[in-house]
């Protein structure tokens, strides 16, 4: 197995009562497409959050590049090369779309900016609506604007919080290419609820489920795993 | 080039008030110049406020910390005008840093009731050290104390001028902070903390460089009222003071570069008529700002920005 990029130990985020992550061991390898999958609820964007820094974790620790980023705040662990995009989407609606992803850009440090920002649109498909004010964009184009201000980051790792609901059938397809163009460069953590998303792309999946993970494999050996089907798959 | 239509704008801005200077009556004269630094101290405020979305209760502190290190600088220190006009912005930013420090660890309401608090207790200091403030009666700087390189700053003249030029520079720089990539990350932070964060940029840092820039701002256009006014008084450090840039701010627009001028022209010719014309002027002003929140709550730039003008900074 390639080099792990990410490995996290005994990871814990409690709600209250509510268990939503519970000791979770978990490695990324270096260059793969990871999928996390599991119900509502289960515990996935908790995880990813504790992963990017957005949620302090109650207990466990967090090694990126062999370096621990436990105590690190989010936005130090961006530096180091962890882009998330959201779930819900969260761009700057009143600015432009351009405006968006120079944000990531400068960020990164890219020289000159303008076309490390352009490039990054160009890859969504969204190079002609670089003027446009974001918040007016379609909710398709908004999830794609989000994943294009992933990429101008240039992360070591990107995580993917359900980077396709509400695409359409052919933005997919769009964003399918994005993803495995991305790696072997960059590493992937996808959360996906599309299970014809998750089988084309995931080299590997990781099944949650109450905060606890319940198998993790390769695609046919998750398909085949009885407590999956039974957990989560459902049929 | 939106760019360059902005940066011609501004300038025709700028040629526009020298080119008033000759035409004014010289009560006109003296109100353009006390409008032309107190809109210096509002723009220092939209770069906190209008762009970075840090609405403080106490920038009268930052005001009076250039008031008063100019003002005694000149009285007890023997500093020179020139000093003076450099002590000011120096002491803006220290203190706002300091403040910054501790009150950036509030946000929202929290962070208005802390910055309140602060320009309280600086105002509070002034009343307190009376023997060296002389508090509310305050320090009238002589004449003799008011020259910059052999020229009079209290003739209506040189006084207006030295307004411009600090204006001018503030204006300009101004324009190129908004315009820069530091610019975009102040309004970034505004418009979406969560966000940005998740971008690599630690909101703590940003919002204190933008309020450390807002403090020189402030403490440079203190410092020139106390030079250009002779007047450094306790109650340009009262509460009132820190409600005044916010105003300007609101009425010509938050979040553009010409706004604190226009806001602080028509507010101080809006007091300025009213109060002759009523004494209830208050009331008036209120009015205004009634209407201003219920039609145009962006300001009159920041309205005129969405309804077309986009490519204004
Ligand atoms: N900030 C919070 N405070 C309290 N409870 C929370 C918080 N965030 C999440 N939870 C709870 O933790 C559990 C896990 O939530 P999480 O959002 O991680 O699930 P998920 O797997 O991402 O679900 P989905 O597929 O619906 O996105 C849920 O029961 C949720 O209600
Ligand atoms: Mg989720």
Do not use: C
């Not at chain 1, 599991?38 to 515990?43: F, I, Q, S, V």
């Not at chain 1, 398909?223 to 049929?235: E, F």
């Not at chain 2, 000093?83 to 501790?102: D, F, Q, T, Y």
């Amino acid at each position: 197995m390639a080099a792990v990029i990410l490995e996290a130990r005994g990871l814990t985020r409690h709600f209250g009562g509510l268990k939503a992550v519970d000791r979770v061991d978990f490695d990324l390898a270096a260059g793969e497409i990871h999928a996390l999958i599991g119900p509502n609820g289960a515990g996935k964007t908790t995880f990813v959050s504790l992963l990017s820094g957005r949620i302090e974790a109650g207990a466990g620790r967090i090694l990126f590049e062999g370096r621990d980023i436990t105590r690190l705040p989010a936005h130090a662990r961006v530096r180091r090369g962890i882009a998330y995009t959201f779930q819900i989407t969260q761009i700057y609606a009143a600015l432009s779309v351009y405006d968006n992803v120079a944000l990531a850009a400068q960020s990164h440090g890219s020289h000159p900016l303008k076309p490390a920002a352009m490039e990054a649109l160009d890859r969504v498909g969204l190079t002609d609506r670089a003027g446009q004010i974001a918040g007016t964009l379609s909710y398709g184009h908004q999830r794609l604007l989000e994943v294009a201000m992933g990429l101008a980051l240039k992360p070591r790792l990107l995580i993917l919080d359900e980077p396709t609901q509400g695409l359409s059938q052919g933005e997919i397809e769009v964003f399918n290419g994005i993803v495995q163009s991305v790696v072997p460069a960059a590493t992937v953590l996808l959360i996906e609820h599309n299970m014809d998303v998750v089988m084309e792309l995931a080299q590997r999946i990781t099944v949650l489920n109450f905060g606890e993970v319940l198998a993790t494999g390769t695609p046919a050996e998750i398909r085949a795993n009885p407590a999956v089907q039974a957990a989560y798959l459902g049929a | 080039m939106r760019d360059m239509k902005a940066f011609f704008l501004h300038l025709a801005v700028l040629a526009a008030l020298l080119a008033a200077l000759p035409l004014l009556s010289a009560y006109h004269v003296t109100n353009v110049a006390k409008i032309m630094v107190l809109a210096v101290y509002a723009m220092g405020y939209n770069i906190a406020f209008g762009y970075t979305g840090l609405l403080s209760l106490g920038h009268a502190l930052f005001f009076a910390a250039g008031l008063y290190a100019a003002g005694m600088g000149i009285s007890q220190f023997g500093l020179g005008s020139a000093g003076a006009l450099v002590a000011g912005p120096v002491a803006g930013g220290l203190i706002a840093a300091a403040v910054g420090l501790l009150a950036l660890r509030t946000a929202g309401v929290a962070f208005m009731i802390v910055t309140l608090m602060f320009a309280q207790a600086g105002y509070l200091t002034v009343l307190y050290f009376v023997r060296y403030t002389r508090g509310d009666e305050g320090i009238v700087l002589d004449r003799a104390a008011r020259m910059l390189g052999g020229v009079d700053l209290s003739g209506d003249t040189p006084r207006y001028l030295l307004a411009f030029a600090l204006f001018a520079v503030a204006l300009l720089v101004n324009l190129a902070l908004v315009r820069s990539p530091f610019g975009r990350v102040m309004i970034a932070m505004r418009e979406n903390e969560a966000r940005s964060r998740m971008l690599g940029y630690n909101p703590y840092t940003v919002k204190l460089t933008a309020l450390v820039v807002s403090g020189v701002y402030a403490g440079a256009a203190g410092a020139a009222y106390a030079v250009l006014f002779g007047y450094v008084g306790a109650s340009l450090a009262s509460v009132q003071y820190s409600i005044l840039p916010l105003l300007y701010v609101l009425l010509g627009g938050a979040g553009t570069v010409l706004g604190p001028l226009l806001g602080a022209l028509l507010m101080f010719y809006l007091i300025d008529y009213a109060s002759s014309a009523t004494s209830a002027y208050q009331f008036i002003v209120g009015a205004v700002l009634v209407v201003l929140v219920l039609f145009a709550p962006k300001g009159i730039l920041g309205t005129l920005r969405e309804r077309g003008l986009r490519w204004l900074p």
